[in-house]
C-alpha cells in the first residue's frame, strides 16, 4: 500500500468520524413537538438552535460528499 493510500485513507477515516459527530449534535426533527417542553422554549433559543441545525445539515451534506468521493478514490486506487 502506497503512501498516497494511506494518508487517503487516514483522511476518509477522519472525514468519517466527522460525519458521524456533525450528526449526532444535531437536534432531531421531533424535538420541542411535545407540549410540556415546547412551552419552554423561547423565540430566540428556537431560531438560535434552527440555524445552528441548518449549519449542521449543510455540513453534513458537504463532509458526505467529501467522503463519497474519497471512497471512489480509493476504490479505483486498489
Do not use: P, Y
Not at 468519517?16 to 424535538?31: D, W
Not at 410540556?36 to 440555524?51: H, V
Request: aromatic share 6%.
Amino acid at each position: 500500500m502506497g503512501t498516497l493510500t494511506t494518508a487517503m485513507t487516514v483522511l476518509q477515516l477522519l472525514v468519517g468520524l466527522a460525519i458521524i459527530l456533525m450528526v449526532l449534535f444535531q437536534s432531531g426533527k421531533s424535538e420541542g413537538l411535545g407540549v410540556i417542553g415546547g412551552a419552554a422554549d423561547t423565540f430566540l433559543a428556537k431560531s438560535k438552535a434552527k440555524s445552528l441545525d441548518a449549519k449542521l445539515a449543510r455540513g453534513t451534506k458537504w463532509v458526505g460528499a467529501v467522503f463519497i468521493v474519497l471512497t471512489l478514490v480509493l476504490n479505483i486506487l486498489h
